[in-house]
């Protein structure tokens, strides 16, 4: 299940590397667990520092017969008491604990998180958000959830200024939420975050698509320097070829065709806008660059790095061509 669906039960398993969703799903908890008893009594335990005899300390009964709510933090960080201690209290969960397992993945614990599932314990997955589409869907969720929209361009222009991590793209959902009214547009994410950069492989498309070769290796070296991967930037440069090529193919046919290649209407609308500086031979010269660069990338090369920046430089002069 999602955060959005983690409910009390007497054990509940939260896993995945997403700390805000963790974070958010524990949360939910614990506060359906207050709903339900205003005096429920809140216990935290870190597995690193995790002795034997613990849990059942914790889980035990207390004088008032108080409901509790039990979270162990770092699950795979614990010792191998910590997972005899699960394992062992599993088979009859104590009377009115609600017990929240942390696991922020890695293969620590298998044995346990094996028999966790065995036993149908629920399951909280909080994967990373990684992909501009998830992103994407995160931050229309994240309005909707606040009673309000943002157009196409907008939550483009967001996750391109904010997206390298989950919490800050949610704060400044908040932010947008709190200081504007109405449908948020370009305009006000671009007032409260434009000169923010992210050096994404996307960004590094867009500006050589647009023929800005400084710009483009700008970034890409920052990109490089972060320690982000050649291939997920060559894929991003094969990727905005691939879309200039379906719209530049498919215009001439009408509004209807462009609406079956199954783009968005902002891809479209930003394909056709970019097309003007673009040739068919300049198109066929980029792709075939990024498709040489591709190979490269993945262990024909030597130097990953220079590859995919001699593509970059060549894609921007190709869309001069």
């Excluded at 629920?122 to 589409?133: G, K, R, Y």
Aim: one cysteine or more; aromatic letters at 4%; hydrophobic letters at 45%.
């Amino acid at each position: 299940m999602t955060w959005e669906e983690a409910a009390p039960a007497p054990i509940v398993l939260v896993r995945g590397t997403e700390g805000l969703l963790v974070d958010r799903a524990t949360e939910r908890i614990v506060s359906l667990a207050r709903e339900a008893d205003p005096d429920v009594e809140i216990t935290r335990l870190d597995a690193a520092s995790y002795s034997a005899g613990m849990l059942g300390v914790t889980t035990s009964p207390s004088l008032f017969a108080e409901d509790k709510v039990v979270v162990v933090d770092g699950v795979e960080q614990g010792p191998d008491d910590l997972f005899a201690d699960v394992q062992a209290y599993l088979p009859a969960p104590a009377p009115g604990v609600v017990l929240v397992l942390r696991h922020g993945g890695g293969v620590r614990g298998k044995k346990t998180l094996d028999a966790l599932r065995a036993a149908k314990v629920p399951e909280v997955t909080c994967d990373a958000v990684t992909s501009d589409a998830d992103k994407t869907a995160f931050v229309m969720a994240e309005l909707k959830r606040a009673g309000r929209r943002a157009d196409a361009g907008a939550v483009r222009a967001l996750v391109d200024a904010v997206g390298s991590d989950l919490r800050e793209l949610a704060a400044s959902c908040a932010q947008l939420v709190a200081d504007t009214t109405g449908m948020i547009g370009v305009e006000a994410v671009e007032r409260y975050y434009g000169g923010r950069i992210e050096a994404t492989g996307f960004r590094v498309a867009d500006a050589a698509i647009a023929g800005d070769a400084g710009q483009a290796v700008a970034l890409l070296r920052h990109a490089l320097a972060t320690g982000l991967d050649p291939v997920p930037i060559v894929a991003a440069l094969a990727t905005k070829l691939r879309t200039l090529a379906k719209v530049g193919a498919t215009r001439s046919k009408g509004q209807g065709a462009l609406r079956e290649l199954g783009l968005a209407p902002w891809q479209v609308d930003r394909a056709l806008r970019e097309l003007r500086t673009w040739t068919p031979e300049g198109l066929a010269a980029a792709i075939g660059a990024v498709a040489a660069a591709d190979a490269e990338v993945k262990g024909e090369g030597r130097d990953p790095q220079f590859a995919v920046e001699r593509a970059v430089l060549r894609v921007a002069a190709a869309s001069r061509d």
